[in-house]
């Protein structure tokens, strides 16, 4: 954990700190107001659907049975997510590792997670990984970081709820984590991620306040321990990587969504605008 709060750190004390581990701890991401719009949000949404339902723009997925129910697309779900797409808490220290002459940032995922008792998401990641989201590199002073994640406590996430770990300078290891060396039935030949939700070497937990935010890079080893207490874990994770990457699934902005975001907000979401010849533009849009 940093020895003194965000908001005291120096911009050139966050970007060593964020080299050297990996991840910083942002206090007070969303403010009092955005967290209860958010969580009344979860409380109002149908019960039991089942994944592959669209509740609007938003589609309702899982990775798989122990990680929880995403809302997939969130920043579609309304004003507080469209909010927190350029959120003034990270977007400049995220761009300071993504942008260059090359590259703007976009959001390649977001969504918002639920997660009841019993559930954790296995280890995953590190820097061994040949990934472009996995790429942490600096030249000469320019960055290039693949994926950047911002992990928001939509309530307190202590002892029990089941945290987000890390290891931390584990985004600079050229040497495969111990656990992901271990067979697993499920991913016999996987070095990526390991679905047990075993203690690993190395990893701290990473307990929030409500409101408070997890700025890591995704090349950094993580995961999310077992809930061992009653209730579900509610987070909200914008994930920002190059306008090189592809989206990960692909969600098409929708028209409405787009003519109400401001010019900035536009230039995250839809960085490359489509281009085509204007009868199928005028076939597109008839």
Known sequence: MNQKPFS????EEKEYLFDLNGYLIIDNALNSE??????????SQPQDLPTGTWLGNVELHTYGKSDG???QNIIEGGKVFEEI????????????????????????????????QGGFIGIHSGGHVAGFPSTF??????WLVGQINILMALQDI?????PTVVVPGSHKSHEIHPVLRKPDPKR????????????????IEVRLKAGQALMFTDSLLHGGCSRTNPGDRRILIYRYSPHTMVPRY????SPEFLARLTPERRSIVQVVVPRMAPSAQKSATS
């Open 137 to 142: 590199r600096s030249h000469t002073g320019a």
């Open 69 to 71: 129910l995403n809302y």
């Open 85 to 116: 797409i350029d959120n003034p808490s990270w977007i400049e220290l995220v761009r300071k590792f993504i942008a260059n002459e090359f590259n703007h940032v976009t959001i390649n995922e977001c969504f918002l997670n639920v997660r009841g």
């Open 8 to 11: 005291q750190l120096t911009e």
């Open 158 to 162: 202590g002892p029990g709820d089941g």
């Open 34 to 43: 955005q967290l209860a719009w958010i969580n009344r949000w979860i409380d």
């Open 250 to 253: 692909n969600y098409i902005p």
């Open 188 to 203: 016999p030949n996987s070095v990526y991620r390991s679905d047990k939700p075993d203690e690993t070497l190395g990893a």
